[in-house]
């Protein structure tokens, strides 16, 4: 099982952007449908970004569409989340996530699905 570890999370202001990076060791990291998840004090965890597998399919949620890009170097085992226009909203721990799975699988967006979990980078951001 691919180990997961996050970088990148910061204290930003508003409209400000950062770049999560999420870094793989052990497993076989292009064999896993990689997502990025977060939860804020008192809230549940919530889907953010998916990436497949040859990163040909990319899913966001609402709150973050045209804001947020979610990319993967799978030579660097590693996936990105660039977060432009941060808002107050935003501020949460992230994490990251993978799913292995097959190449033609669907993609999802369900916490539960995802089979490794990195600890988190807190992003906080001030209005």
């Known amino acids: 099982q691919v180990q997961l570890a996050e970088s990148g999370g910061g204290l930003v202001q508003a409209g400000d952007s950062l770049r999560l990076a999420c870094q793989a060791s052990?497993?076989?990291?292009?064999?896993?449908?990689m997502a990025w998840f977060r939860q804020a004090p008192g809230k549940e965890r919530e889907f953010v970004a998916m990436?497949?597998?040859?990163?040909?399919?990319?899913l966001y949620a609402d709150s973050v569409k045209g804001r947020f890009i979610i990319s993967r170097d799978n030579d660097k085992k590693t996936v990105y989340l660039q977060m432009d226009s941060l808002k107050p909203d935003d501020t949460a721990v992230y994490y990251c996530?993978?799913?292995?799975?097959?190449?033609?699988?669907?993609?999802?967006?369900?916490?539960?699905?995802?089979?490794?979990w990195g600890r988190g980078t807190q992003v906080t951001v001030s209005s």
């Open positions: 052990r497993g076989t990291f292009s064999r896993y449908a």
């Open positions: 996530a993978g799913k292995h799975t097959i190449l033609t699988a669907t993609p999802t967006t369900s916490a539960s699905d995802y089979d490794s």
């Open positions: 990436i497949s597998r040859p990163g040909t399919t990319l």
